[in-house]
């Protein structure tokens, strides 16, 4: 008895519907402007790393009137002598020290973060420091942290900017 032979049939295929034109807003969409002025530096990095592990993008505005508690001549000398640090066969081959206020803060929000991680890389892929207030997120809206505000009054602490220029930016 011989077996009928039923040709193959061609399975419909779908087409592929086209995408919607409106653009779905999500976290990284619209950044979370972050005022830092009287904001103390360690407690503002860790509240700004915290907001990039969850997705969102962030951008500190006033990085230079984040302030750093202590007396200046003690955090001067501490940050002078971490700037001693250098290679013994050549100091291009770094590690290269941040003076400026912008980017002593995304230095310290990168020691928070996973950076050998995909997520800490992208987490800080997604930080934006800046000194003074650019036009494009001067329009937004800002927002503070009240748990990282100084407490006592501002000559108990040291600006990024008093740091900065005493150890060599600008």
Same mark, same amino acid.
Not at 75 to 82: L, P, S
Not at 84 to 91: A, C, K, Q, R, V
């Given at each position: 008895? +011989?077996?009928?032979? +039923?040709k ?9 519907? +086209?995408?919607?034109?409106?653009? &779905? ?22 509240? !700004? ?8 993008? &962030? ?13 200046k001549?003690n ?8 700037l ?8 291009k ?10 980017? !002593?803060?995304?230095?310290? &929000? ?12 992208? +987490?800080?892929?997604?930080l ?25 009054s ?17």
């Open positions: 008895m +011989a077996k009928p032979t +039923a193959p049939t061609a399975k419909p295929t779908a087409k592929p519907t +086209a995408k919607p034109t409106e653009k &779905v807003i999500d976290k990284t969409s619209r950044p979370i402007v972050i005022d830092g002025t009287n904001h103390i530096a360690g407690r503002l990095s860790s509240n !700004v790393a915290k907001l990039l592990l969850q997705g969102n993008r &962030v951008a500190v505005i006033n990085s230079e009137k984040i302030m750093i508690s202590g007396r001549k955090i001067v000398n501490e940050y002078k002598k971490f001693e640090i250098s290679s013994i066969l050549h100091p081959h770094g590690p290269f020290h941040p003076r400026r206020p912008d980017t !002593v803060l995304s230095r310290m &929000v990168r020691g928070m973060l996973p950076r050998d991680k995909p997520s800490g890389k992208k +987490a800080l892929s997604r934006r420091v800046y000194v003074g207030v650019p036009k494009d997120v001067k329009s937004l809206e800002k927002t503070q942290f009240e748990k990282s505000m100084i407490r006592k501002s000559a108990s602490y040291t600006s990024m900017n008093d740091l900065g220029r005493n150890v060599g930016w600008n």
